[in-house]
């Protein structure tokens, strides 16, 4: 990867940009991860915005807006972690989902990437869950004001 080029984030529907978003997911949560593929793959995917980040002619990270306000797999490739890459992601989703009218997003988060989210505003609630196995929790960020 080459670090000058800027990273550009695109938002579209799963026919426009799924076949690049899968190809991440897979990458990071079937393969690294060890999600089984029916947990990974929900049907949910048609009624999402998606997101992909972008380097150069590179893509290397993707999330999902669910229609209901939420967030869900955010994924970055692990060479490219570290860079900005998913608060950037994070930032169009938000926005999107703000355009929306939403007057809040929420995530199941899985607990290493607590502080992430912190990072970006976003305030955990409730008890520790298993999702495919790891641990998560929610978290929720307000868009009033
Ligand atoms: N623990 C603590 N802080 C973290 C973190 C982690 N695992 N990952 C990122 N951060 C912090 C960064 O330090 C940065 O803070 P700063 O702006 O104050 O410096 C901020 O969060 C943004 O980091 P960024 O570089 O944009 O994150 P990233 O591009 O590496 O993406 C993930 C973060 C979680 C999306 C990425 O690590 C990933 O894809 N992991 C595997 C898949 C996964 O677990 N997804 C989350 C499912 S809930």
């Not at 997911?25 to 393969?31: L, P």
């Not at 915005?49 to 955010?74: K, M, N, Y």
């Not at 995530?107 to 196995?133: I, K, N």
């Amino acid at each position: 990867m080459n670090s000058t080029d800027a990273i550009t984030i695109q938002h579209g529907d799963w026919a426009t940009l799924g076949p690049v978003a899968s190809e991440i997911r897979r990458v990071v949560f079937i393969e690294e991860q060890a999600v089984p593929r029916h947990e990974e793959w929900d049907g949910r995917d048609d009624d999402c915005v998606h997101f992909l980040a972008w380097q150069g002619e590179r893509a290397i990270g993707t999330a999902r807006l669910l229609p209901d306000g939420h967030i869900g797999r955010v994924a970055v490739l692990i060479e490219a972690r570290g860079l900005g890459v998913g608060r950037q992601l994070m930032q169009a989703a938000i926005e999107v989902a703000r355009q929306r009218g939403h007057t809040h997003v929420e995530l199941a988060a899985q607990t290493h990437a607590l502080a992430f989210y912190e990072s970006l505003g976003f305030e955990a609630f409730g008890d520790e869950f298993l999702d495919a196995g790891i641990p998560h929790r929610n978290m929720r960020l307000s868009l009033a004001g």
